[in-house]
Antibody, heavy 114, light 112 residues
Framework: VQLLESGGGLVQTGGSLRLSCAAS????????MSWVRQAPGKGLEWVSS????????YYADSVKGRFTISRDNSKNTLYLQMNSLGAEDTAVYYC????????WGQGTMVTVSS | DVVMTQSPLSLPVTLGQPASISCRSS???????????LNWFQQRPGLSPRRLIY???NRDSGVPDRFSGSGSGTDFTLKISRVEAEDVGVYYC?????????FGQGTKVEIK
């Protein structure tokens, strides 16, 4: 089982970024998938989850209306579209399998700076 | 939101000695299916988190049996029977019963 995130980087305040998570080693289309983030030196914060079929997304209040989770089961890939980014969104973003996070990727760093 | 409160936040331990971390939830974690979705994660320095325990007391594959989880209702405990050097890191509890998913603040385990 492997989860490989990409798409992180440096972005200006108010900007956008799209993260991707390529999954392998399991039947991606059968599982809820999630994003969890960790600000520098801080704890873990759940961001968003999406059910296997791609419907019924869940969002943390801190990102609702700004972030959009989606998935392409034909490509075994999970996405996180992040808009209106602020300094508080600076973090390592992890892709995780299921909504109880039984497997994690290596993370991708997002830095929001003015 | 369900608040998860861990204690202690820092835990210096002697190699070979036991360690215990407490986690308390602000409300019941019993799901409609009767299960309690309380999980424990380990994050070693510089690495991604790793799930150790799911549904209170079930060890994930490859997790040494010196790790055990217990609890019920709103009080849960992670125990390490004999701490080894590789156990250094931060441990988090997390509830998977309610949305939004919430984590405890983390407990930093270090060797004395």
């Amino acid at each position: 089982v492997q989860l490989l995130e990409s798409g992180g980087g440096l972005v200006q305040t108010g900007g956008s970024l799209r993260l991707s998570c390529a999954a392998s080693g399991f039947t991606f289309s059968s599982y809820i998938m999630s994003w969890v983030r960790q600000a520098p030196g801080k704890g873990l914060e759940w961001v968003s989850s999406i059910i296997a079929s791609g419907g019924s997304p869940y969002y943390a209040d801190s990102v609702k209306g700004r972030f959009t989770i989606s998935r392409d089961n034909s490509k075994n890939t999970l996405y996180l579209q992040m808009n209106s980014l602020g300094a508080e969104d600076t973090a390592v973003y992890y892709c995780a399998k299921t909504s109880t996070f039984d497997m994690w990727g290596q993370g991708t760093m997002v830095t929001v700076s003015s | 939101d369900v608040v998860m409160t861990q204690s202690p936040l820092s835990l210096p331990v002697t190699l070979g000695q036991p360690a215990s971390i407490s986690c308390r939830s602000s409300q019941s974690l019993v799901y409609s299916d009767g299960n309690i979705y309380l999980n424990w994660f380990q994050q070693r320095p510089g690495l991604s988190p790793r799930r150790l325990i799911y549904k209170v007391s079930n060890r994930d594959s490859g997790v040494p049996d010196r790790f055990s989880g217990s609890g019920s209702g709103t009080d849960f405990t992670l125990k390490i029977s004999r701490v080894e050097a590789e156990d250094v890191g931060v441990y988090y509890c997390m509830q998977g019963t309610h949305w939004p998913r919430t984590f405890g603040q983390g407990t930093k385990v270090e060797i004395k």
